[in-house]
């Protein structure tokens, strides 16, 4: 994909490849700030974690994913007003959960903002502290405990199936999303109950015709989170992020293959 740089103004401007903000310096002493997002780059390739981490190379941009945004904005809108009511949300009792409703809290809007807020996590011994932006938070009244909610749309012919949903190998880091959400959320001191939840949206590609709207088949996928993977990668982060030289790069990344052949190419 080829992703041109532009100021905020639309502008083209020079891509200089680098950045100078949010780079990890190993003397430094403040808190340095790692997002759920940066620790699953971490989980893919170290490599590219520490080039960008440590050595300050900004990845070529993304393309934003308006209409993914849209779902969760306006789902976001709907279960605020079930927080505000403290009612049930309309799919609690199609799924099961009896005496759950939206999670009240102050601080709800600053966990939800990845950018700046999100879930907190001091890393102990380590100037690291650990964050995660998360979609929305649940409360079972029986037991007291947070339930950890993730919002996702997309558009596929097969029918989502709980069971099958989670299995295949492109929804594995939803998983690990949920899980360090867990694990923050458990190390901020919160009761997290075992299951979480993906609240699916499914947009229906067999209607007669688009007529300006979108259907979506709406599920919930629970998912027991386990935690008891994630402090041993974080101090293997931590030691990639001190060290002094390249991590191996992921012999799978289509990205990297690129680069090779190129500059091989050029170089001819
Ligand atoms: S293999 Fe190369 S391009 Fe791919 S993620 Fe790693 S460093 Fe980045």
Redesign the pocket.
Known sequence: MISLKRNSKGELVEATGYRSRNIYDPMQTGKFRLSRSKFSDFL??R??FY?DRVCGLTSPGLPSWSLNQATDDLLKREFDQNRMTKTPHRMFEKFGLTNVIPYQHQDMDKWRDATHHGLEFDYPGSNLTLTGGIDDLWFDQNTEEVIVVDYKSQANNIPVQAEAYLETWHHQGYKTQLDFYAYLLHNMGYQVAPYGYFYVCNADKSATGFHGKLLFEEVLVPYKWNIDWISSHIDLLLDVLKADVLPE??PS?E??AY?YQRNRLEIK
């Open positions: 893919q390739c490599r590219c080039l790069s992921n990344c990205n990297c680069a």
